[in-house]
């Protein structure tokens, strides 16, 4: 089988000979000729894989645009750069003005990037979770005949370009007939990163079956893998599962980012008062500090950023986690995995007969663990849990839920954290906002400079959002004599009871959501959105 590129070369040959016999006998001998012959043919050459390679290019129209890339070779490269400016010109990520400096920019870095290429160590490298390299995995798998090389460079650009843009998540899915998408979650929404003809999108998908050590041929039962990239900077891990769906072959892959560094308390998004105080509690030998929110809403982050405040050399941590998001120097961390057995009620049991000082659970979901967290935070453990519960009220409506008696909650839980994360804007492209009648009413009425409120816009270093990055909006409620009180009195009747935190927590978030819209932190439609989600 010929592919494009093959049929291309077959291609060039023949044209070669016959440019060669036209220059040579046809025309009469000139060396200026000759060279100007031999340059055009190499610059058409050149175009083709420009052309091959890419990304502005449908699929469907990448074979008849190699063909003129072909025939009218550095004509096509200008013709691409001038549908790239376009493009950017309509997205609003480039400005006319800005066009020759671009322009210019991008000559000089396309030669800069060829020059670094021949000496640099590859920007990514995949491995499989026991560090056996990508091609060696890849090759002795795939016999399909299809170019393995480019298969193995697309895949690895595109985790690239995933693990650069700050992707949670990279999704792939059939979209339509003969077509699949490539979706990236940044700050917690999906944006579309690719799309890829079927064809070409299987390949990507059985390479990543195979370097995750998943059954290539199973194309319909679900199927969990793991692999790792080796960048410069450092390793990063992934976490992929896919399922049959209708149409082909769904993939979902967590991107567990080594090299970020991971957040302390101030960065997450807690004030100085409530960071004092949390430390404080740290400190105690016992009792529980619980992080609420709904999936999505940064409790493993700041969960992460409470265990930095430990000093490891006195404290024995040991942590258990679905999966192990960041890997921590000093303690112990283990990772659930339900088909060995190994869950969090079954680790928790263990972990407690290894005498620990501090005990993390990663997410309390069933009575089981709920209890025994709880009891050993009653018992000498310092413990801190993640669950998934709408207010900080609601978490104690949740634990009665969990089967947990009520005077074992008011006698174990110290602390209850409920969060929701924000989107910031994005500093290179935030502009004035234009306010309506009653907004400006707000402001007058309430002292606030309406100057400072800003709005998103979007340009290339967000890409195109308007936002980048995220903090947190957090509401602390310690458990003090009054509530220990109700609790252990069995005074609290869960209905009315959320609701009211429900209140008592959106209240908390317009205010707090507030305070970020006027420093110009954030806009007054991302505080609607989150307030509208909470309520
Ligand atoms: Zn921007």
């Known amino acids: 089988m010929f592919s494009p590129m093959d049929l291309m070369e077959e291609f060039h040959s023949v044209l070669g000979f016959i440019l060669g016999v036209a220059g040579g006998t ?85 030669s800069v990037q060829r020059r670094k290429r021949s000496v640099a160590v590859p920007e990514i490298e995949l491995r499989d979770t026991s560090g056996r390299s990508f091609s060696d995995i890849y090759t002795s798998q795939d016999r399909s005949g299809t170019d393995g090389l480019k298969v193995q460079q697309r895949t690895e650009q595109m985790l690239l370009q995933g693990i650069k843009s700050r992707a949670t998540d990279i999704l792939i899915d059939p979209r339509k007939e003969s077509e699949y998408s490539i979706r990236y979650r940044v700050d917690g929404f999906l944006r579309t990163h690719e799309v890829l003809e079927s064809k070409r999108c299987n390949a990507v998908i059985n390479s990543l079956k195979a370097v995750a050590g ?90 992460y950023a409470m265990l930095q405040t430990i000093n490891f050399e006195e404290r024995n941590v040991i942590t258990v986690e679905d999966p192990i998001e960041h890997v921590i120097p000093h303690i112990s961390q283990i990772e659930v995995n339900t088909k060995a057995d190994v869950t969090f009620a079954n680790s928790l049991r263990s972990i407690l007969r290894q005498d620990p000082d501090v005990i993390c659970v990663g997410e309390i979901r069933d009575s089981e663990t709920a209890q025994m967290a709880m009891q050993a935070a009653q018992t000498g453990h310092l413990v801190l849990a993640t669950l998934h519960a709408s207010s900080n009220v609601g978490t104690l409506v949740r634990l009665m839920d969990l089967k947990v008696k009520p005077l074992l909650i008011a006698s174990a839980l110290s602390v209850v954290i409920s969060q929701r994360l924000i989107r910031c804007l994005c500093d290179y492209c935030k502009g004035p906002a234009e306010l309506t009648q009653s907004q400006l009413d707000y402001c007058v009425k309430n002292d606030v400079d309406q100057k400072q409120i800003l709005r998103a816009n979007g340009c290339g270093h967000c890409g195109g959002t308007g936002f980048y990055g995220r903090t947190a909006i957090v509401d602390v409620m310690y458990l003090d004599d009054r509530i220990r009180g109700l609790l252990s009195n069995n005074k609290l009747a869960p209905g009315d009871l959320k609701k009211q935190g429900d209140r008592t927590f959106l209240s908390v978030l317009r205010r707090e959501g507030m305070n970020h819209v006027k420093t110009g932190k954030t806009t007054l439609k991302e505080i609607k959105r989150i307030t509208m989600e909470a309520g």
């Not at 025939?71 to 990520?93: E, N």
């Not at 993939?251 to 409530?274: H, N």
């Open 214 to 303: 998943m059954d290539i041929a199973e194309k319909r039962r679900p199927q969990d893998g793991a692999f790792m990239a080796r960048l410069p900077e450092g390793d990063v891990y992934f976490r992929m599962a896919t399922s049959g769906v209708l149409g082909g072959e769904k993939l979902a892959i967590r991107v567990m980012d080594q090299t970020c560094q991971l957040r302390g308390l101030a960065e997450v998004g807690f004030s100085p008062e409530k960071i004092k105080t949390l430390k404080r509690i740290m400190q105690q030998p016992q009792g529980m500090i619980l992080v609420c929110g709904p999936t999505g809403s940064g409790k493993t982050t700041s969960m």
């Open 26 to 110: 046809a025309l009469p001998y000139s060396p200026f000729k000759t060279f100007f012959f031999i340059g055009w043919f190499y610059l058409c050459l050149y175009s083709v894989q420009r052309s091959d390679n890419s990304p502005l290019i449908r699929d469907k129209y990448r074979y008849s645009s190699n063909i003129a890339a072909l025939f009218i070779g550095p004509l096509h490269l200008v013709a691409l750069f001038i549908t790239d400016i376009v493009r950017k010109i309509q997205d609003g990520d480039l400005e006319l003005s800005e066009v020759p400096k671009y322009t210019l920019d991008s000559i000089l870095e396309r």
